[in-house]
């Protein structure tokens, strides 16, 4: 049996880490409530619902340098108050974020690839997970998606993961240790519009070599997005790791969204000291109108000179409706 | 029969430091994960440098010519635009105010793109709030 230290002194101590931090964000969620509300349908078959998209930097503890166990579960309890939420990188704590998601079908990206490097690293750290809790690199895509139910169309999800990365050592970027990739699911509003919404994460570092591996992933997204979505409206959200003032990168995303045909939703950071790296975008198809009715930083997930990750939260608020 | 004995022994003691050693280990992690869990903080420091210190760092570094334009607050919300590399210092602000002007859209931000520098030099000579 795998010895972990979440006994019962750690899972009191974890609930009143829990409880102080939902005391601290109360105000703060407070303020937010016009974003994370219930889906709401109109005469006219328009319906509004919220999205999230957050990178929870879920790593093990060594890595995260923090714990991240202890503030999974407020990022959870805080994310389930939006319709939609699309998290990166929840790679050690989906079940810990799952756990407070009560009410919201769940959607995992693509698990880790076969690459024989990954595979006999993985075997050598097995046993590894049998004393420490949390610790099962290398990963997968890291992604997940958390839906209202009532919002789910079928077949809902489509998965893939990127064919390049870069960087094996951390200055690099060391993005090889995932296997970064997208999942798509397909939402149905009560009045009938219908929203393809993809999640990605994609590689970061600053090196030539990631530029040009994000530059081929934002490709492979765009042909997918071709094929599994041809005139259907999208939402494109997650950790982009482009940065519009790099050299490189902001040419890479603008050819991409015009590709696609996306716009920028507005959603971005508000707080100072965030780098611009996530972003929502979409684009109204043949059948669904979409707009935005709000949208930006999500600032119940930061507290003072703490947040619960090393990512903003961002937030929109889309109005979809049917046009046929 | 002696070397059987002698082996048993040495299996039994091998045996008993392996538990005894996984029972330490699991014991130091659980304690070193609950002594810090309630000792620590919950969340991540945020940084320190603001994004605009960031970039502005990092612009200082790119090649001549160059130019950078921001709308909004440098502070807080804001956009900008870099031109780096470019034949001359009007084509490069010309870029950077198209390449602000762009992503002012993309956030809605309502306040214009103004150049903020222009090669080595800082021009903007608005007084920040």
Sequence with gaps: ??????????????????????????????????????????????????????????????????????????????????????????????????????????????????????????????????????????????????????????????????KTCAGWVRSSGADCWASKGFLRVRLRTPGGAEVDVYNTHLDAGPSKASLKARRRQLEQLAAAIESLSPGQAVIVAGDFNCDFSRPGDGDALMAFRQRTALEDSGAGPDLPFWRERDYVLYRSGAATGLSVEASGEAVEFVNGDRALSDHPALFVRFRAVPLS | MLVPVRMSRIRRAARDGFFAGLAASTLALALAGCGALGSQPMGLRVRAKTRFESEWHRYAALPEAKAIAVAGDPHGTYVSGIAEGEPSVAAAAAHALARCRERRADRRIEAPCRMYGVGREIVDTRQDD
Aim: charged share 20%; aromatic share 10%.
């Design chain 1, 1 to 162: 049996m795998a010895p972990r230290p979440s006994n019962r002194t750690c899972t009191v101590l974890r609930g009143c880490a829990l409880a102080g931090a939902l005391f601290l964000v109360a105000s703060a969620v407070a303020r937010a409530e016009g974003a994370a509300s219930t889906v709401t349908v109109s005469p006219a078959n328009a319906a509004s619902f919220s999205l999230l998209s957050y990178n929870v930097h879920g790593l093990f503890r060594l890595a995260a340098k923090d714990i991240p166990g202890a503030r999974s579960h407020t990022i959870g309890w805080l994310a389930s108050r939006y319709d939609v939420v699309l998290f990166q990188e929840d790679f050690e704590y989906h079940r810990a974020i799952k756990k407070e998601m009560r009410g919201r079908r769940a959607f995992r990206g693509n698990g880790m690839r076969l690459d024989p490097r990954l595979v006999a690293v993985k075997a050598l750290l097995l046993p590894a997970r049998l004393f420490v809790p949390h610790f099962s690199p290398p990963y997968g895509a890291g992604l997940s998606a958390f839906a209202d139910p009532a919002l789910v169309a079928e077949p809902a999800v489509a998965r893939r993961r990127y």
